[in-house]
Structures are given as C-alpha cells and as structure tokens.
C-alpha cells in the first residue's frame, strides 16, 4: 500500500466533515460538532480561507487528515504554525501516517519561515503524548487556555457587568 | 482621565515593541524576545497581515495594548478569534484599562460571527485569572499545549528519526 499526503480541494469537503465526526467521537465531543458542509466549503475553500487542510491517502483513499492555521508570536515577532486537528482512521493506525501528517506539517512550517509549530492533546491521549515526546515537542505546562462563548461572550461585547 | 481604544496603525511600531519587551519582562520570559521593529511592521502592517493590535490610550497616551489574531475550529466549523497577548502598563492597573481591552476584542470576535474567544495565561498569574473567571472564561484543563521549534522541527520536517 503506499502513502500519500496532499492538500486537500473543495471536492474533499464531505470527507473531511466525515473525519471531524469521527475525531469528535474518539474525543468523546460529538455534541460539540456544528460544522456543515458548506460552511466548510466557505471557511476552508472561499475567497479568504480561515484554515488549511492535508489529507493523508493510501493507494487513493483518504484515510486521515489535518487541519492548520497560523497562529502568531509576540515574542518572535513572526508567526507559527498551529495544527488545530489530527486524525488518522483506527483500522490505519500504528502505520506512521500520523507521523507522517506532522512531517509535513514540519516542512510546511519551515518553508513558510514559522518559529514554532504547536498543537493541543486531550491529557488522558497517552499514545499521542507518547509520541509528540518522542519527536521532541515540549509541553507548554505553565499555561493554561480560556475560552469564551455563548452568553459570557455577548456580555463582555456589550460591556455588560 | 480619559481612555480610548483604538487600532494601532504603522506609526505604533515602536511603542507595540515597547510594550511587547514590558510584557516579557513581567512574564519572566525577556530573554525570549527577538522581535524587531522592522519584523512587526511587515507582520502587522504588510501586504498580509499575520495579526492586528489595539491600543489603549489614557489622554492620547498609549498605556496598554492587546494582540489577536483569527484560529479555527473544526468543530464548530468556523473560526474564532484569539488573544494573544495583552498588556497594561504597571501604574496604570486596576482602572479597568484591561478590562475595556477584553471588552472590545470580544465585540470584535461578535461583530466578526467567531463562536469562540480564546487565550492563554501562565498558571500563576492569580490576579488574571481572578478576571477571567468573573467575566465567565472557563479554563481548557483538559488540554495541554505542546510546542516544536528549532533542531526538532528541522529533524521532524526532513522525515528524520
């Protein structure tokens, strides 16, 4: 079988909302999922995309995918790559194609001139920390992230107390 | 006193520097700073702006500022928007200067349709939190960050083992 990573086009957008389905699962957040495909369509493949995406094939048939923006450093003063999702199929685990979407992602970011390629792990994905380590990734463990939404989001745009 | 938040234009230049080595030295991290004036003016104010920054002014004097830029969510299927950093000078805290600062970026975020509002703050930076928590930002404790740069991103972009 052989391996293949490419940029995905507007005619995988099926296939990639089937893939942020299956990585929900796996991340037991599927409640969270409102993603459709034609926003998609807009977000990933429209006049200013907000996000890219890679898909992983095995003698054609997409089996994983990921999807990256970049994020910026005040410190660098440039900006970075951040790999928002990975996903590989189980039955096409342990074969190296998630290794094989972070190399990419690493080219990518080296040829851009990013300063740091980062992403996030759930805590309890031991395999993934296994082998973010193994490739010399450092976790950012004095930080912690804040999130915004719903209802606290319209009081603070508002200015409401 | 009265205070204004606007969009820092190219003439800032100087003063986001300014503010960005202050903020470092508050956070531990000065010796992380590599940014230049003349890499901030192409990333903030080139071509393709990589990010975008407000100031506050007390008097038309610039006393804080903030840095964000747009992320992505897959599983909302479109993007948010994230803070970066954000900064009020020593003398001029406790008078709510942040808080307007957090206050205009989440009108932003409404204005511009993101679902999300998202930052980061070093675990002991009790008084942030403190506002953060008051203003309804929930703590992503779940998730760690992990970050690659330098020899490892080289290593893992040539496909090296």
Redesign the interface.
């Known amino acids: 079988m052989s391996l293949t990573i490419r940029p995905a086009t507007v005619a995988d957008v099926g296939t990639i909302l089937e893939f ?1 389905r299956e ?2 699962a796996f991340e037991r ?1 599927e409640h ?5 495909e034609s ?2 369509r807009e ?1 990933l493949f429209g006049a200013r995309p ?2 890219e995406v890679i898909l992983a094939e095995m003698d054609s048939t997409p089996v994983g995918f990921a ?1 990256f ?11 970075g790559l ?1 790999l ?2 990975l996903f590989v199929q189980p039955e096409y685990r342990g074969r190296g194609i998630g290794r094989a979407l ?2 990419r992602l ?2 990518i ?2 040829e851009r001139g990013c ?10 994905n031991e395999s993934a ?1 296994i082998l ?1 380590e193994a ?15 719903g ?9 409401e107390r």
């Open positions: 942020i990585l929900a957040l969270e999922v409102v993603a459709s926003g998609l977000a907000d996000a999807l923006f970049h994020n910026f450093s005040t410190f660098l003063g440039r900006r951040y928002e999702d972070l190399s690493a080219a970011a080296v300063g740091r390629f980062e992403w996030s792990v759930l805590r309890w920390i973010y490739l010399g990734a450092k976790p950012q463990d004095d930080w912690t992230v804040y999130r915004m939404s209802e606290a989001l319209s009081r603070l745009a508002t200015g």
